[in-house]
């Protein structure tokens, strides 16, 4: 009489195992939803830019296969970074890990209305020198992920850099009252790239990418005006102006440029050389000094890094 009791508790534990396992079996790497994520700032892309376009491909022998020809990636509160959801996906479908696929490969550009033209191994952009974050335009480092790299079917972190050049000016002046300096501006030696498109080739053997062509469709001679700066009383350290620009990568412009402005009221002149063109995410910050004779002194450029500016005010950037 207690064998049905026995059979019955048996079964039951079987079916709790079984709901157990299929609890715990997660989905196979090589079949997992291909994701975004990625990096620009300490603050998200998302807080600068809401769009990218990207293009996936991967290798299956010697065959170069497309999975993303240009999609459209939507940044979602809720979702995230999605290629399946909102404006411009209508014809984008849900893409994988290939399990079949020895290698694939990754890289976009931001926001996706600058992108002219994306291929397996090039995008190009279209670009404009400008003092405003959400008028530049963005490009990827390349992400490669071979079939046995622990990154194999984990999201897709894509690192941004600007295609823009950062420039700015940076002040010292020790005094015991200080100094109230206005109406600065920077006279370049010819006319400069004011827009354009700029391409950019992948090597998927080399980590880094550089600009591969710049196009100009526009011209200006207008000098570049910074906004006013207050240095301190007593301060030893250079001070730079809050708003920098953000300029295409034009070769024309190395050679001698002038710095005017104003100290307390007093118009300075200054011609000073610019002897290296600027490249896609450097800054350059040009020093000045004003001695003790009342002479304003070119002191040299700091070249550095450029990893991005925060969308919060007062112009904070961060280098590296």
Not at 131 to 136: N, R
Not at 162 to 174: D, G, M, P
Request: include cysteine.
């Amino acid at each position: 009489m207690k064998r049905p009791t026995t059979i019955i508790a048996i079964v039951f534990a079987l079916c709790l195992a079984e709901a157990c396992w299929k609890e715990t079996v997660s989905v196979p790497k090589d079949n997992a939803p291909l994701d975004f994520s990625s990096s620009f700032t300490r603050a998200p892309l998302s807080e600068v830019f809401t769009t990218f376009k990207v293009w996936t491909s991967i290798q299956k022998a010697d065959n170069t296969i497309t999975l993303m020809n240009g999609y459209r990636v939507n940044f979602d509160l809720s979702e995230g970074w999605t290629y399946i959801l909102g404006e411009g996906t209508e014809s984008q479908h849900l893409q994988r890990w290939d399990e079949g696929a020895s290698v694939h490969r990754f890289h976009a550009g931001a926001p996706q209305e600058n992108v002219t033209t994306i291929s397996d191994n090039s995008v190009c952009v279209s670009v404009k020198s400008t003092t405003t974050l959400s008028e530049t335009s963005l490009f990827t480092t390349p992400y490669v992920v071979n079939k046995h790299d622990p990154k194999w079917g984990e999201t897709v972190n894509l690192v941004f850099n600007y295609a823009n050049a950062r420039v700015n000016l940076a002040f010292k002046y020790i005094s015991a009252v200080g100094a109230s300096l206005t109406d600065i501006k920077l006279t370049p030696p010819a006319p400069y790239a004011s827009e354009g498109t700029m391409d950019f080739e992948y090597l998927w053997h080399i980590p880094k990418v550089k600009a591969s062509g710049l196009t100009i469709s526009s011209k200006s001679s207008a000098p570049l005006s910074f906004p006013d700066l207050v240095i301190p009383a007593n301060s030893d350290k250079y001070h730079e102006t809050s708003v920098p620009w953000l300029m295409i990568p034009d070769p024309a412009i190395a050679g001698q440029w002038t710095l005017s402005l104003k100290i307390d009221g007093i118009e300075k002149v200054i011609p000073f050389t610019q002897s290296k063109s600027w490249e896609s995410g450097k800054s350059y910050t040009y020093r000045f000094e004003y001695t003790d004779k009342a002479n304003l002194v070119f002191t040299g450029t700091n070249t550095e890094l450029f990893v991005g500016e925060g969308p919060e005010s007062g112009g904070e950037h961060n280098f590296s």
